[in-house]
Each structure stands twice: as structure tokens, then as C-alpha cells.
């Protein structure tokens, strides 16, 4: 988890002082591969109690937000309609659409993407400047969403340096955080060609974490897995460079629902937790249908809840983007006006 230049004159403030009161504390130590596979074991609390510096000083290193109240916004697929919209002078359907590209919705990285490093070089850097929080998506693991409508991803051999070079494009100054692999972590083991799924991505959240920036973990949703089974699966993982884990990405069920689902995990994890509320305005259906279902809403905008379980609502998927060739839509990440304009019509925002 990175520091900000704020974070780290005030952990040097700390640092000197608990240096002349005398303080001492030990320091963590990596866990092994052996210890990462075992199944998770809560910390016991502490029986000493923290003195206001040491407080001081884990809350700045383990705030992901950075003191930052706000994402930034780098555009998506929705602005480009909006504006051709404008031109053609279809007010009605660009106030809808309009609704869509007001809000900072998330960049994802994949096998597709042009012109990678300098993207992410420059989404970073303008986030840092207008102190905002920098969100991407990472989705490019191998056997990629086990052969369905996003089917891809990297080659074994070739995801981590893939992963490198968006953590080598980071703005230093910047506060950036990764969803790391939708799906990935809940399809574990439901296909051929995953390949070392888990040191995959363990090794990607220690790339990205050390480059400053904040990964959290996909973990799918409340309606896929229970919380125990996904905590064994971020156990193996490990939490040692995630800030968290992420629920509900490119999915519709309530905020309600994930949160009390996510803080089932987050008791089993001790990991704050992120949600995806782009497209659960309505929640999910009743027979939680994931592909393209119909009569949905957008959800609550994007908002920073420092401090809470819950640490984010976010707007990973982009709404307007078709989640694959299924009840009527286009191509899986194809604008699908249709969709788009009843999502945004029939939310309560």
C-alpha cells in the first residue's frame, strides 16, 4: 500500500517521536508460500494498548483513500455517445445518456487496450493533480471468464510483465487504485487454461502494490459464492498487498445486499471492501441473471466512505457497455444504446 508525500512527512513526524519516547515494535515479516496456502487464521487482537502516535500512524498507512474524497473521471465509451448525441440534436436521449457520463466511471485495462503505459501514465497524473483517486480494472488473466462472452487474456508467461508495465506507468504522485481480475478469484478452478491462477494473482497485487498502488481483489458477488468459501480463496492469495477486496463488478445485485455479504467476508478477511454500484439501481433479478437482464437502474453514484466497512461505492462497469451476445446485445464492452438509455430512464439518481 503506497504513501502519499503527505502521508510520509507525517509518518516521519511519528517516527521521530516514537524514536525519543523509546518505543520499539517489531517488524512484519513477509508470510511464506506455505503459510499463504493455509486456511485463513484471524490474527488474535492485541493486548497492548496503542499509544495516539502509533494510532496516528497506522491509520495514515493503511487509509487507502489517502485523505482523497473523490474518483476522478477519465471519460468512457458514454461521453463519446453523449457527444454525438449533442450534434445531432437528440436532447432527449443525451440528457439520459448524460446521466451516465456525469459520473467518474472506471478504465479498464485488458488485451485491448492501445497504447497502455502512456494511458495509465497519463490518467495517474491528472488524477494526482486535481487530488482525486485514480480507479482502474485489471482484466487480463489467463482463461480469461472461462471461455464466455469476454473470453481472452494473456499468456502464462507474458500477464506479469503485462501487469509490470501499468505499475512502471503510475504516477508516484498519485493515489491509484486496481480492481484486480473480475471473476477471476470466484471461477477458480471451473475451467481449463487458468494456469497458476493464484500465484498469478498474488504476484500481480505485489506488483501493483508496490508501485504505490491500492489493489483490491475481485471476489465476485453475494449471489455466486459464500463469504467462507471466498475467504479460503483470498487466503491463498494472500492479504499481505491488498487494501481490500471488491464485490458486485459488471453485476446488478443491491448495495444492501453486498454489504451485508461483504461484511461477512470482511470479518473473515479483515479487509475493508469496495462495491460496484453502476448497475444495481433495481437490484437483481429474482433469478440473478448476470447477462444483459431487463428493467435495471443505475446505482448510487460513486462516494468515498473512509473509515467504514464498506470503504466505496464505485463505478467499475461502464453502463451502456453490453455484458456479451445475450438477451439481444451486442458483443460483450459494445455500446448498446437501448440498454443504455433504460438504465439511466428508469434510475432514481
Known amino acids: 500500500m503506497r504513501t502519499t508525500a503527505t502521508t510520509r512527512v507525517v509518518v516521519a513526524a511519528i517516527a521521530v517521536a516514537l524514536a525519543s519516547a523509546g ?7 513477509a508470510p511464506t508460500t506455505e503459510e499463504q496456502t493455509m486456511a485463513y487464521q484471524p490474527t488474535p487482537a492485541s493486548t497492548e ?14 487509509d487507502p483513500t489517502h485523505g482523497l474524497t473523490a474518483f476522478y473521471d477519465a471519460g468512457s465509451q458514454a461521453d463519446d455517445v453523449l457527444g454525438t448525441l449533442r450534434a445531432q440534436g437528440d436532447t432527449e436521449a443525451a440528457a439520459l445518456i448524460e446521466r451516465i457520463a456525469a459520473q467518474p466511471i472506471a478504465t479498464w485495462l485488458g488485451d485491448r487496450t492501445p497504447a497502455l503505459a502512456e494511458r495509465v501514465g497519463a490518467i495517474t497524473s491528472e488524477a494526482a493533480a486535481a487530488n482525486q483517486i485514480a ?3 485489471i482484466y487480463n488473466i489467463p482463461g480469461r471468464d472461462c471461455g464466455l462472452y469476454s473470453a481472452g487474456g494473456a499468456e502464462q508467461d507474458e500477464y506479469l510483465g503485462w501487469v509490470q508495465t501499468i505499475a512502471d506507468a503510475v504516477d508516484p504522485a498519485s493515489t491509484t487504485w486496481f480492481i484486480l481480475e473480475p471473476d477471476a478469484l470466484a471461477q477458480l478452478g471451473d475451467c481449463d487454461g487458468q494456469g497458476d491462477r493464484v500465484g498469478l494473482l498474488a504476484g500481480a497485487a505485489r506488483i501493483l502494490d508496490e508501485a504505490g498502488g491500492e489493489v483490491f481483489l475481485d471476489v465476485g458477488n453475494s449471489r455466486w459464492r459464500t463469504p467462507e ?5 483470498v487466503a491463498l ?21 453486498e454489504a451485508a455479504w461483504g461484511e461477512r467476508l470482511q470479518a473473515l478477511t479483515g479487509l475493508p471492501f ?7 439501481g433495481n437490484g437483481a433479478t429474482a433469478d440473478s441473471e448476470w447477462c444483459n437482464p431487463r428493467g435495471r437502474a443505475l446505482g448510487a453514484p460513486p462516494q468515498v466512505n473512509p473509515g467504514t466497512g464498506q470503504l466505496a461505492l464505485v463505478w467499475a462497469k461502464v453502463p451502456g457497455e453490453s455484458d456479451g451476445e445475450c438477451n439481444g446485445g451486442p458483443a460483450a464492452g459494445v455500446w448498446w444504446q437501448e440498454i443504455a438509455e433504460e438504465l439511466a430512464r428508469d434510475a432514481s439518481m
Request: hydrophobic share 35%; glycine share 6%.
Open 23 to 29: 518505543c520499539t515494535g517489531a517488524t512484519d515479516q
Open 49 to 62: 494498548t496503542p499509544t495516539a502516535e502509533a494510532a496516528t500512524l497506522e491509520a495514515a498507512l493503511s
Open 135 to 137: 480507479l482502474f480494472v
Open 229 to 233: 468459501t471466498m475467504a479460503e480463496r
Open 237 to 257: 492469495v494472500g492479504t499481505e498487498h491488498l487494501a481490500g477486496f471488491e464485490t458486485n463488478t459488471s453485476n446488478y445485485v443491491s448495495t444492501e445486499e
Open 274 to 280: 469496495i462495491t460496484d454500484t453502476s448497475r444495481n
